[in-house]
């Protein structure tokens, strides 16, 4: 059944074909984009991709439930410590039900990361757009975030953040998202790691008529394992509306960096 659902997912791609080497080659072109650059070119590169069984999104599912090819490249710079800036890019298929309007997600990213008194920073900008989704959809728009971390123990981290967008996914207008995220990785000898995690966010939208939903809390629960540059991982998502698309579900996901 899965495969089925997965090969129906490869089809919708046809349309978004100008990104799929953002996913294919991802997994080869950045370690060599950084070995053949050598030092004339500053900072690191790195590369991503994954296969998912639902492209879920602040608990909302992407891609009607089905299966996600995504990927992307990252790009970071030291500039004085601890004191660094980084650029992305990232992509994935959706499906929002809107008669194959939108196929791709295409999103671009940048910010600065710093750490003050063992607390982590990343202050940073997101530009969501859609790829052949008509312009009356009004579907791209852009969010700032700033996130804070912070270990009080090995392998403890706790995060907190705040997502902010002035007209917000379908001219919903303004958009708040404070969340909050956990990651545990005991120490129990064994021969792979295994992470915990949990995350929890409110979407406060403003327009909820043209967003589609009233605004909603949403939450996570995952358990990941890593072997060199592949991890998987399986989380439990749900949120508290009603609809298909917001049904709780787990989600297993295959992802490698390079």
């Known amino acids: 059944m899965l495969v089925t659902?997965?090969?129906?997912?490869l089809g919708t791609l046809s349309a978004a074909a100008t990104c799929l080497?953002?996913?294919?080659?991802?997994?080869g072109a950045a370690p060599?984009?950084?070995?053949?650059?050598?030092?004339?070119?500053?900072g690191e590169f790195s590369?991503?991709?994954?296969?998912?069984?639902?492209?879920?999104?602040?608990?909302?599912?992407?891609?009607?439930k089905n299966p996600a090819i995504q990927g992307g490249f990252d790009y970071s710079l030291a500039i004085a410590d601890p004191i660094s800036l980084y650029a992305g890019i990232w992509a994935s298929n959706v499906d929002f039900q809107d008669g194959d309007q939108a196929q791709v997600e295409i999103?671009?990213?940048?910010?600065?990361?710093?750490?003050?008194?063992g607390v982590g920073i990343d202050v940073g900008l997101i530009y969501?757009?859609?790829?052949?989704?008509s312009s009356g959809l009004d579907y791209d728009y852009f969010e700032g975030k700033i996130?804070?971390?912070y270990s009080p123990m090995d392998g403890l981290t706790l995060g907190a953040g705040l997502n902010y967008s002035p007209d917000y996914f379908a001219s919903s207008g303004d958009f708040y998202y404070p969340h909050l995220s956990a990651e545990y990785t005991p120490e129990l000898g064994l021969p792979l790691p295994l992470t915990l995690s949990a995350t929890y966010g409110y979407n406060s939208i403003d327009d909820e008529a043209a967003f589609g939903t009233r605004s909603y809390h949403d939450w996570s629960a995952g358990i990941a394992t890593s072997y060199k540059f592949i991890t998987l991982k399986l989380?439990?998502?749900?949120?508290?509306?009603?609809?298909?698309?917001?049904?709780?579900?787990?989600?297993?996901?295959?992802s490698a960096s390079f």
Not at 32 to 42: K, M
Not at 107 to 117: F, R
Not at 128 to 133: K, M
Request: glycine fraction near 8%.
């Open 147 to 149: 996130d804070l971390s």
């Open 32 to 42: 060599a984009l950084a070995e053949e650059a050598g030092p004339t070119i500053p």
């Open 128 to 133: 969501y757009t859609y790829p052949g989704a």
């Open 47 to 64: 590369a991503n991709v994954a296969l998912t069984t639902d492209y879920r999104f602040r608990g909302i599912s992407q891609t009607d």
């Open 21 to 27: 080497p953002l996913l294919v080659i991802a997994a």
């Open 235 to 254: 989380q439990y998502i749900d949120n508290d509306l009603n609809g298909s698309i917001g049904d709780p579900t787990a989600v297993f996901t295959v």
């Open 5 to 9: 659902r997965f090969a129906q997912t």
């Open 107 to 117: 999103d671009y990213y940048g910010g600065v990361t710093a750490e003050y008194m």
